[in-house]
C-alpha cells in the first residue's frame, strides 16, 4: 500500500510517500513500513512573522513541483497510490485550504480516498512509529500549542496545556523582538549557547499548566541591545520555558505513572528541552523517547504514515473539510 500525504498547516508546505508491507493485523513499523521520500517547502521567518495571505500563495504555488519531486524520490507514479492523505487542521485557514485543495483534486482525479489527518495526532504518531513508543505521556510543543497528554480509552487526553501562547511562538517572537538572525526560535537557540547570567522572568505554572506570555512583556521592557545581552535574554527565556515544561509534565508523570515519555512537535528539535526532559524522565525512571529532526519539524511523512494507520483501522470520517482549531481530543484513536 502507498500512500501520499500533503502537509500545509502553516509555514511548512510538505509532500510524501510512505510504502507499507505490513499484514492486515500487524503494526506499522519501520521493518515493514518506509518513507519513500518526505519533501519540504519552508516560507522563511522574515521580522514582520508569518502573513496568512502569503504563506497560502507560496504553497499554492509550490504544490505542484514539490508533489512531482516527492513522487520522483519515491520512485512512484501517481496511479500506483492507493490514497491521498492530507493535515486538515488545527492550523491557518489559508494554508489548510491550500492543501486541501491539492489533495482532494488529486484523490478525486486518481479515485482513491481522500484521509484527512489531525496535524496534532500526526506529530505524536511519526514520534511513536520511529521511537517504538508504546503508551506514552506526550509532551508536544510546536508555534502554536504546547500539551502535556496521553491515551486513555482511545483518546489522548490533555492533563497540561498552555494557557495562553505555544513555547514555539515564545522563542519565535522572542526573536523578533531580540532582532536575532534568524529572527526566530533557531536565533534565540543559537544565542542562548552565549549566555552566562540567568535573569529572573515571570515562572507561571498552575497545576499541569502553563502561560509564556509574561516573558515576552518582560523582554519589551527590558529591551537588551548588547549580544551578551541578549545571549543572557536567550538564555533566560530557553531555561525558564523549558523549567515549566519539565516541572508540569513531572507532576502529570507521578499520577500517570507512564513507563515512555515522548517528545514531539517542531520544538522538540531543541537539544536543551531534550536533556532536561531526559533527566527529569530518568529520574521517574520512565523511558525517554525523541524521534529525529527530520520528524518533529511539521513534515508530509507524518500525515502520510497517520493516513496510513486511519485506513488500516477503517477509521477515515466521512466529512473532509479543513478545521482551524480542531482539539487533539476530539479525535478517537483506533490504532
Ligand atoms: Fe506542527
Not at 6 to 26: C, D, F, N, W
Not at 39 to 62: C, F, M, N
Not at 125 to 150: C, D, H, I, K, M
Amino acid at each position: 500500500m502507498k500512500v501520499l500525504g500533503i502537509e500545509s498547516t502553516a509555514h511548512t508546505l510538505g509532500v510524501s510517500v510512505v510504502e507499507s508491507k505490513a499484514l492486515k493485523k500487524t503494526k506499522p513499523s519501520p521493518g515493514n513500513t518506509r518513507v519513500l521520500s518526505n519533501v519540504i517547502e519552508k516560507y522563511p521567518s522574515t521580522a514582520e512573522g508569518y502573513v496568512p495571505r502569503k504563506l497560502a500563495d507560496h504553497h499554492a504555488k509550490l504544490l505542484g513541483p514539490t508533489l512531482e519531486k516527492a513522487l520522483a524520490e519515491a520512485k512512484t507514479k501517481a496511479a500506483e497510490l492507493d490514497a491521498v492523505a492530507y493535515s486538515y487542521g488545527p492550523g491557518i485557514g489559508h494554508c489548510l485550504h491550500a492543501g486541501y485543495v491539492g489533495a482532494k483534486a488529486l484523490s478525486e482525479f486518481l479515485g482513491v480516498p481522500l484521509v484527512p489527518v489531525n496535524h496534532a495526532v500526526a506529530h505524536v504518531e511519526v514520534a511513536r512509529f520511529f521511537t517504538g513508543a508504546r503508551a506514552p505521556l506526550v509532551v508536544y510543543v510546536s508555534g502554536g500549542n504546547s500539551q502535556v497528554f496521553a491515551l486513555e480509552d482511545k483518546r489522548y487526553r490533555v492533563f497540561g496545556e498552555t494557557l495562553d501562547i505555544g513555547v514555539g511562538n515564545l522563542l519565535d517572537n522572542a526573536g523578533r523582538i531580540l532582532a536575532l538572525e534568524p529572527p526566530d526560535a533557531v536565533g534565540v537557540l543559537k544565542l542562548a549557547s552565549e549566555g552566562k547570567k540567568l535573569s529572573s522572568l515571570p515562572y507561571t505554572v498552575k497545576g499541569m499548566s502553563f502561560a509564556f506570555s509574561g516573558m515576552l512583556t518582560s523582554l519589551k521592557k527590558t529591551r537588551p541591545r548588547t549580544r551578551q545581552e541578549k545571549a543572557d535574554a536567550c538564555f533566560s527565556v530557553q531555561e525558564t520555558a523549558f523549567s515549566m515544561l519539565v516541572e508540569a509534565t513531572e507532576r502529570c508523570l507521578c499520577h500517570t505513572r507512564n513507563h515512555e515519555v515522548l517528545l514531539c512537535g517542531g520544538n522538540a528539535r531543541n537539544k536543551r528541552l531534550q536533556q532536561m526532559l531526559a533527566l527529569m524522565a530518568s529520574e521517574q525512571g520512565a523511558r525517554f523517547c525523541v524521534a529525529a529532526d527530520e520528524y518533529n519539524g511539521d513534515n508530509a511523512a507524518m500525515i502520510a504514515l497517520t493516513g496510513l494507520q486511519m485506513l488500516r483501522a477503517d477509521a477515515v470520517p466521512v466529512t473532509s473539510l479543513p478545521q482551524q482549531r480542531i482539539r487533539i481530543d476530539s479525535q478517537r484513536i483506533e490504532w
